[in-house]
């Protein structure tokens, strides 16, 4: 079915004719009650419009042509503009419904959105819109509401996009995509921001409900903060980081609108993936120890290969070791945190989220003492390995509480295979390639095999 058919026109119908049957039809396939018919008669209406023009402009061509041989006589030109004045639209006679459109603004900067929705809805259903150009004014005046009113909600932008018939998925947009995608942007930034206002709302009602966001977003003192980031769940650590990073990179209005400032070092609190780093400098810093004291006379052959094995018991013993006392840490954690920001660097400190004196740097000390105590009778040996040991721990404990930063051995380590990824391994899967590999083994081994190499 072409578009005169849908329209129920013939092929030489004027403007002023479709316009007439889009009218008509427009009766019957309202935007809100079926969109995708709606959609049909539009692109009918916009096919059928366009291809009059330009029969009326070819017919303007041929009578300016044909004007300049005859003169037209009196009785033509009254047959010509005769049906002109049979033609004439009466719909002008239908008045504009109420309320007004100043007033449905007013209400909508007031936030009386029902008001408006029910007075959108009025104008949707009256006659008064029938006319194309009359509905397509009233799209861009209510577009143009949107665009202006800066705290629309997600509820009332879907409910007016329902009632206007707009739809990205069909391509009905009243507007360019870039402006659509900006309204999209500000009301998924309203709906977010309604969101955390609800969990900080739950929050102060009932101190467990919207932990996360009052992690991220609420202005607490140190100790408290560190107390409910100690009791979190793997699930509540998963909400953290998934808002966190929605408002990093996709809302970052949300604050603001909030009238709250987020954390700023919020990866800095993310927990500890592995302590491997930790573990692996401790059994290697403390057999180096054993090694070198091997050489002071006061530990046997025989203990200093043994040591190293017995290591890694040692180094488990400590591990639960330190669980245990990291549960005492955490019961007197308001006094860790007020002792840390008064004796530690900010660096470490990182607002409760770094180190702390008693829940880290303490436990430091032991392993200190042992590579002390393990140093043999060499004077340099007993004052360098505690404080290489001390240092060591706490800067790998340090790097593992960073939380999502990447340390220094991850960036090398992803340096060493960007570049082993930049080779021509896809070469080797050439026969011609093996076989040029082999044959050069081959000859420089006979060659130094011939010359006694």
């Known amino acids: 079915m072409n578009h005169w058919q849908l329209l129920s026109l013939e092929p030489d119908a004027d403007e002023r004719g479709i316009k007439r049957a889009y009218a008509r039809l427009l009766k019957t396939h309202r935007p809100d009650e079926n969109p ?23 017919d303007d061509k041929v009578v300016y042509a044909t004007s300049s041989v ?16 049979e033609l004439v639209d009466t719909s002008t006679a239908v008045e504009p419904p109420e309320p ?6 007013q209400w909508l900067t007031e936030g009386k959105d ?32 949107l665009e202006s009113d800066p705290n629309t909600s997600h509820v009332f932008f879907d409910g007016v996009c329902k009632a206007m018939g707009w739809d990205e998925a069909q391509g009905n947009l009243p507007c360019e995509y870039w402006r659509w995608n900006r309204l999209i942007q500000r009301c998924e930034t309203q709906a977010m921001a309604q969101t955390v206002r609800a969990e ?55 604050p603001q609108h909030l009238g709250l400032q ?16 930790v573990y692996l400098f401790l059994w290697l810093a403390l057999s180096a120890v054993l090694i070198a004291s091997m050489f ?27 669980y245990v006392w990291n549960l005492l840490a955490v019961a007197v954690g308001q006094l860790d945190v007020d002792l840390s920001r008064w004796l530690l660097p900010r660096s470490w400190y990182r607002q409760s989220a770094g180190l702390l004196l008693i829940r880290h740097i303490l436990p430091s000390a032991v392993p200190a003492a ?38 220094m051995w991850a960036r090398a380590s992803r340096a060493l295979k960007r570049m082993g990824a930049r080779l021509p391994w896809h070469l080797l899967k050439r026969e011609s390639v093996l076989v040029v590999i082999a044959v050069v083994v081959m000859a420089a081994s006979v060659y130094f095999r011939s010359n006694g190499l």
């Open 70 to 85: 005859s003169t037209p006589s009196l009785a033509s030109e009254e047959a010509v503009q005769a049906p002109v004045l």
């Open 296 to 322: 002071t006379g006061k530990n046997g052959l025989e203990m200093t290969v043994l040591m190293p094995l017995m290591m890694l018991s040692l180094i488990w013993i400590g591990m639960k070791a330190y």
């Open 200 to 254: 900080l709302a739950r929050f102060e009602a009932d101190k467990l409900h919207g932990q996360a966001a009052a992690l991220l977003l609420k202005p607490l003192p140190d100790h408290r903060r560190r107390a409910m980031a100690d009791s979190f769940t793997s699930l509540d650590w998963q909400r953290f980081t998934e808002l966190a990073q929605a408002i990093e990179y996709q809302y970052p209005e949300v």
């Open 36 to 58: 995708a018919a709606f959609q049909r008669l539009r692109e009918a209406y916009e096919a059928a419009l366009a291809e009059a023009l330009w029969c009326a402009e070819a």
């Open 262 to 277: 987020p954390l700023d070092n919020w990866r800095d609190w993310l927990p500890a993936e592995s302590y491997r780093g």
């Open 370 to 407: 042992l590579a002390c105590i393990w140093s043999g009778g060499a004077l340099w040996l007993q004052w360098t390995s505690p404080v290489v040991v001390f240092v060591g721990v706490l800067y790998f404990t340090s790097t593992s509480l960073s939380g999502g930063k990447l340390s």
């Open 114 to 145: 029902r008001e408006v929705m029910d007075g959108i809805r009025r104008w949707l259903a009256s006659d008064w819109l029938l006319p194309f150009e009359r509905r397509e004014q009233f799209e861009q005046c209510v577009l143009d509401w």
């Open 100 to 105: 007004a459109l100043g007033q449905m603004q």
